[in-house]
Protein backbone atom coordinates (compact mmCIF):
# COMPACT_ATOMS: atom_id res chain seq x y z
CA UNK A 1 0.00 0.00 0.00
CA UNK A 2 2.71 2.41 1.02
CA UNK A 3 4.42 1.80 -2.40
CA UNK A 4 1.33 2.37 -4.23
CA UNK A 5 0.98 5.38 -2.31
CA UNK A 6 4.42 6.76 -3.10
CA UNK A 7 4.01 6.13 -7.02
CA UNK A 8 0.30 7.76 -6.80
CA UNK A 9 2.57 10.71 -5.36
CA UNK A 10 4.88 10.86 -8.06
CA UNK A 11 2.76 10.59 -10.62
CA UNK A 12 0.67 13.98 -9.17
CA UNK A 13 4.08 15.83 -9.07
CA UNK A 14 5.17 14.47 -12.74
CA UNK A 15 1.21 15.63 -14.46
CA UNK A 16 2.06 19.05 -12.63
CA UNK A 17 5.41 19.41 -13.68
CA UNK A 18 4.10 18.69 -16.89
CA UNK A 19 0.61 20.98 -17.11
CA UNK A 20 2.65 23.78 -15.85
CA UNK A 21 2.43 26.77 -18.20
CA UNK A 22 3.98 30.36 -18.34
CA UNK A 23 2.72 33.86 -19.31
CA UNK A 24 5.16 35.42 -21.49
CA UNK A 25 5.13 39.39 -22.70
CA UNK A 26 6.31 40.34 -26.23
CA UNK A 27 9.55 41.88 -26.22
CA UNK A 28 11.04 44.81 -28.78
CA UNK A 29 14.70 42.80 -28.85
CA UNK A 30 16.10 43.61 -32.18
CA UNK A 31 15.62 47.06 -33.45
CA UNK A 32 15.47 48.05 -37.27
CA UNK A 33 18.72 48.81 -37.59
CA UNK A 34 20.01 45.75 -36.01
CA UNK A 35 17.58 43.54 -38.74
CA UNK A 36 18.91 45.77 -41.64
CA UNK A 37 22.34 44.70 -40.71
CA UNK A 38 21.80 40.97 -40.01
CA UNK A 39 19.77 41.13 -43.49
CA UNK A 40 22.71 42.93 -45.28
CA UNK A 41 25.55 40.61 -44.26
CA UNK A 42 23.68 37.67 -45.18
CA UNK A 43 22.48 38.43 -48.42
CA UNK A 44 26.07 40.32 -49.10
CA UNK A 45 27.90 36.92 -47.29
CA UNK A 46 25.98 34.57 -50.30
CA UNK A 47 26.90 36.68 -52.93
CA UNK A 48 30.80 37.29 -51.61
CA UNK A 49 31.10 33.57 -51.57
CA UNK A 50 29.55 32.59 -54.81
CA UNK A 51 31.51 35.22 -56.62
CA UNK A 52 34.48 34.62 -54.75
CA UNK A 53 34.64 31.05 -55.37
CA UNK A 54 34.23 32.06 -59.16
CA UNK A 55 36.75 34.51 -59.33
CA UNK A 56 39.27 31.93 -57.37
CA UNK A 57 38.18 28.85 -59.89
CA UNK A 58 36.78 30.14 -62.81
CA UNK A 59 34.43 27.72 -65.02
CA UNK A 60 35.34 27.16 -68.31
CA UNK A 61 32.45 28.33 -70.86
CA UNK A 62 31.91 27.60 -74.41
CA UNK A 63 31.09 31.00 -76.34
CA UNK A 64 31.05 31.64 -80.13
CA UNK A 65 33.24 34.74 -79.02
CA UNK A 66 36.55 35.84 -77.87
CA UNK A 67 36.51 36.03 -74.07
CA UNK A 68 38.04 39.40 -74.61
CA UNK A 69 35.35 40.95 -75.25
CA UNK A 70 32.74 39.06 -73.20
CA UNK A 71 33.71 40.84 -69.94
CA UNK A 72 32.03 38.21 -67.84
CA UNK A 73 34.61 37.62 -65.51
CA UNK A 74 34.92 41.38 -65.04
CA UNK A 75 31.38 41.69 -63.76
CA UNK A 76 31.77 39.05 -61.66
CA UNK A 77 34.51 41.05 -60.02
CA UNK A 78 33.03 44.13 -60.36
CA UNK A 79 30.09 42.33 -58.23
CA UNK A 80 32.95 40.75 -55.68
CA UNK A 81 34.29 44.57 -55.10
CA UNK A 82 30.65 46.26 -54.23
CA UNK A 83 29.62 44.23 -52.53
CA UNK A 84 32.69 43.92 -49.96
CA UNK A 85 32.53 47.74 -49.93
CA UNK A 86 28.57 47.53 -48.91
CA UNK A 87 29.81 45.15 -46.59
CA UNK A 88 32.75 47.43 -44.93
CA UNK A 89 30.31 50.39 -44.73
CA UNK A 90 27.39 48.11 -42.71
CA UNK A 91 30.33 46.71 -40.61
CA UNK A 92 31.12 50.88 -39.77
CA UNK A 93 27.55 51.64 -39.24
CA UNK A 94 26.86 48.30 -36.92
CA UNK A 95 30.11 49.92 -34.89
CA UNK A 96 28.29 53.06 -34.75
CA UNK A 97 25.30 51.33 -33.49
CA UNK A 98 27.29 49.91 -30.72
CA UNK A 99 26.80 52.66 -29.13
CA UNK A 100 23.82 54.41 -30.51
CA UNK A 101 21.41 51.05 -30.11
CA UNK A 102 19.45 49.32 -27.20
CA UNK A 103 21.00 47.45 -24.41
CA UNK A 104 21.00 44.33 -26.43
CA UNK A 105 22.99 46.25 -29.52
CA UNK A 106 25.17 47.57 -26.98
CA UNK A 107 28.99 47.00 -27.07
CA UNK A 108 29.13 45.48 -23.58
CA UNK A 109 26.89 42.12 -24.32
CA UNK A 110 29.99 41.28 -26.86
CA UNK A 111 32.73 41.28 -24.80
CA UNK A 112 32.46 38.75 -21.45
CA UNK A 113 34.17 41.13 -19.03
CA UNK A 114 32.14 39.88 -16.26
CA UNK A 115 31.87 37.10 -14.01
CA UNK A 116 27.80 36.82 -15.51
CA UNK A 117 29.00 36.66 -18.61
CA UNK A 118 31.75 34.06 -18.29
CA UNK A 119 29.65 31.60 -16.04
CA UNK A 120 26.72 32.13 -19.63
CA UNK A 121 29.14 31.10 -21.95
CA UNK A 122 30.30 28.00 -19.57
CA UNK A 123 26.14 27.22 -19.20
CA UNK A 124 25.92 27.77 -22.76
CA UNK A 125 28.77 25.68 -23.62
CA UNK A 126 27.59 22.53 -21.46
CA UNK A 127 23.75 22.58 -22.12
CA UNK A 128 23.71 23.48 -26.00
CA UNK A 129 26.91 22.91 -27.74
CA UNK A 130 27.79 19.51 -25.56
CA UNK A 131 24.09 18.42 -24.37
CA UNK A 132 24.52 17.84 -21.14
CA UNK A 133 22.10 17.71 -18.33
CA UNK A 134 20.83 21.54 -16.91
CA UNK A 135 21.38 21.15 -13.25
CA UNK A 136 20.37 24.69 -12.26
CA UNK A 137 17.57 25.47 -14.42
CA UNK A 138 17.80 28.93 -13.55
CA UNK A 139 15.07 31.36 -15.53
CA UNK A 140 18.60 34.13 -16.18
CA UNK A 141 20.79 31.49 -17.96
CA UNK A 142 18.44 32.17 -20.84
CA UNK A 143 19.30 35.29 -22.30
CA UNK A 144 17.29 37.66 -24.07
CA UNK A 145 18.71 39.36 -26.12
CA UNK A 146 22.35 37.18 -27.90
CA UNK A 147 23.83 34.81 -25.11
CA UNK A 148 27.02 35.10 -24.15
CA UNK A 149 28.65 32.94 -26.23
CA UNK A 150 27.07 34.12 -29.41
CA UNK A 151 27.63 37.26 -29.19
CA UNK A 152 31.67 36.88 -28.30
CA UNK A 153 31.29 34.57 -31.22
CA UNK A 154 30.76 37.27 -33.30
CA UNK A 155 33.20 39.80 -32.17
CA UNK A 156 35.54 37.19 -33.15
CA UNK A 157 34.23 36.74 -35.96
CA UNK A 158 34.01 40.32 -36.81
CA UNK A 159 37.81 40.52 -36.21
CA UNK A 160 37.89 37.86 -38.69
CA UNK A 161 36.34 40.24 -41.56
CA UNK A 162 38.25 43.04 -41.04
CA UNK A 163 41.31 40.78 -41.74
CA UNK A 164 39.23 39.11 -44.86
CA UNK A 165 38.62 42.65 -45.97
CA UNK A 166 42.52 43.80 -45.42
CA UNK A 167 43.75 41.06 -47.30
CA UNK A 168 41.03 41.40 -50.34
CA UNK A 169 41.92 44.69 -50.56
CA UNK A 170 45.84 44.17 -50.40
CA UNK A 171 45.21 41.55 -53.28
CA UNK A 172 43.30 44.43 -55.71
CA UNK A 173 45.73 47.13 -54.29
CA UNK A 174 47.57 46.61 -57.93
CA UNK A 175 45.07 46.80 -59.97
CA UNK A 176 43.17 49.42 -58.61
CA UNK A 177 43.54 53.56 -58.15
CA UNK A 178 41.70 54.09 -55.92
CA UNK A 179 43.24 55.14 -52.38
CA UNK A 180 41.40 52.78 -50.17
CA UNK A 181 43.16 49.44 -51.74
CA UNK A 182 45.97 51.16 -52.21
CA UNK A 183 46.11 51.65 -48.28
CA UNK A 184 46.69 47.87 -47.48
CA UNK A 185 49.28 47.55 -50.38
CA UNK A 186 51.60 46.19 -47.64
CA UNK A 187 49.26 42.79 -46.63
CA UNK A 188 50.61 40.98 -49.91
CA UNK A 189 54.31 41.06 -49.46
CA UNK A 190 53.76 40.90 -45.52
CA UNK A 191 51.93 37.45 -45.68
CA UNK A 192 54.45 36.20 -48.40
CA UNK A 193 53.31 37.05 -51.69
CA UNK A 194 50.16 37.01 -53.59
CA UNK A 195 49.82 33.17 -53.67
CA UNK A 196 49.78 33.10 -49.60
CA UNK A 197 47.44 35.86 -49.37
CA UNK A 198 45.25 34.35 -51.24
CA UNK A 199 45.50 30.89 -49.62
CA UNK A 200 44.33 32.76 -46.58
CA UNK A 201 42.03 34.82 -47.89
CA UNK A 202 40.26 31.59 -49.35
CA UNK A 203 40.60 30.10 -45.88
CA UNK A 204 38.95 32.62 -44.13
CA UNK A 205 35.72 31.99 -46.74
CA UNK A 206 35.56 28.32 -45.29
CA UNK A 207 35.56 29.87 -41.77
CA UNK A 208 33.22 32.31 -42.14
CA UNK A 209 30.72 29.21 -44.41
CA UNK A 210 31.22 26.73 -41.43
CA UNK A 211 30.09 29.95 -38.97
CA UNK A 212 27.05 30.37 -40.76
CA UNK A 213 25.94 26.76 -40.40
CA UNK A 214 26.50 26.75 -36.81
CA UNK A 215 24.53 29.88 -36.67
CA UNK A 216 21.87 28.84 -38.53
CA UNK A 217 21.79 25.24 -35.91
CA UNK A 218 22.34 27.12 -33.39
CA UNK A 219 19.20 29.33 -33.63
CA UNK A 220 16.99 27.02 -35.11
CA UNK A 221 17.79 24.54 -31.99
CA UNK A 222 17.07 27.50 -29.35
CA UNK A 223 13.97 28.59 -31.73
CA UNK A 224 12.66 24.57 -30.90
CA UNK A 225 14.12 24.03 -27.58
CA UNK A 226 13.18 27.52 -26.00
CA UNK A 227 10.06 28.63 -28.53
CA UNK A 228 10.34 32.62 -28.08
CA UNK A 229 10.46 33.52 -31.45
CA UNK A 230 14.48 33.19 -31.78
CA UNK A 231 14.47 32.70 -35.38
CA UNK A 232 11.61 35.24 -36.30
CA UNK A 233 12.80 37.86 -33.81
CA UNK A 234 15.11 39.06 -36.70
CA UNK A 235 12.46 39.75 -38.78
CA UNK A 236 10.28 41.14 -36.41
CA UNK A 237 12.34 42.11 -33.71
CA UNK A 238 10.71 40.48 -30.79
CA UNK A 239 10.79 37.72 -28.55
CA UNK A 240 8.85 36.37 -26.03
CA UNK A 241 9.81 36.74 -22.51
CA UNK A 242 8.80 35.23 -19.33
CA UNK A 243 6.22 37.99 -17.38
CA UNK A 244 8.38 37.72 -14.64
CA UNK A 245 11.24 39.45 -16.37
CA UNK A 246 8.94 42.28 -17.73
CA UNK A 247 8.46 45.30 -15.53
CA UNK A 248 6.13 46.68 -17.79
CA UNK A 249 1.90 45.88 -17.71
CA UNK A 250 0.37 44.24 -20.90
CA UNK A 251 -0.90 46.98 -21.63
CA UNK A 252 2.06 49.23 -21.48
CA UNK A 253 3.43 46.87 -23.94
CA UNK A 254 0.76 46.85 -26.44
CA UNK A 255 0.63 50.35 -26.31
CA UNK A 256 4.37 51.02 -26.75
CA UNK A 257 4.23 47.96 -29.59
CA UNK A 258 1.85 49.82 -31.95
CA UNK A 259 4.17 52.71 -31.65
CA UNK A 260 6.97 50.51 -32.25
CA UNK A 261 5.31 48.96 -35.69
CA UNK A 262 5.85 52.52 -37.33
CA UNK A 263 8.60 54.43 -35.15
CA UNK A 264 10.78 51.36 -34.17
CA UNK A 265 10.68 52.71 -30.96
CA UNK A 266 12.44 51.67 -27.44
CA UNK A 267 11.97 48.35 -26.02
CA UNK A 268 10.24 46.61 -23.22
CA UNK A 269 12.00 47.32 -19.65
CA UNK A 270 13.79 44.40 -18.19
CA UNK A 271 14.25 43.77 -14.63
CA UNK A 272 17.75 45.38 -13.67
CA UNK A 273 19.01 41.73 -13.69
CA UNK A 274 18.16 40.98 -17.37
CA UNK A 275 19.51 44.44 -18.78
CA UNK A 276 22.98 42.85 -20.27
CA UNK A 277 21.71 39.70 -21.91
Known amino acids: ?3 LRYEYSNTIKLINMATTTYNYKRVYVWELA ?6 ITVFSLITLVITGFIIANPPALNMHTEAATTYWMGYVRFIHFTTAYILIANL ?11 QFANWRNFIPYTKKGLHNILHVLRVDIFLMKDKEHKLSNISVGHNYLAAFSYFIMTL ?3 FQVMTGLGLMADTSTWWLPKMFHWIVP ?4 DITARYIHHIFTWIFMAFV ?7 LFHDYLEARGEASAMISGYKFVRSERVEETEEEII ?3 KEQMWEGGKESHLGDDEKDV
Open 190 to 193: ALGG
Open 213 to 219: VIHVYLV
Open 92 to 102: IFRIYWLFAGN
Open 160 to 162: FFI
Open 34 to 39: VRFFHW
Open 255 to 257: EKA
Open 1 to 3: MSN
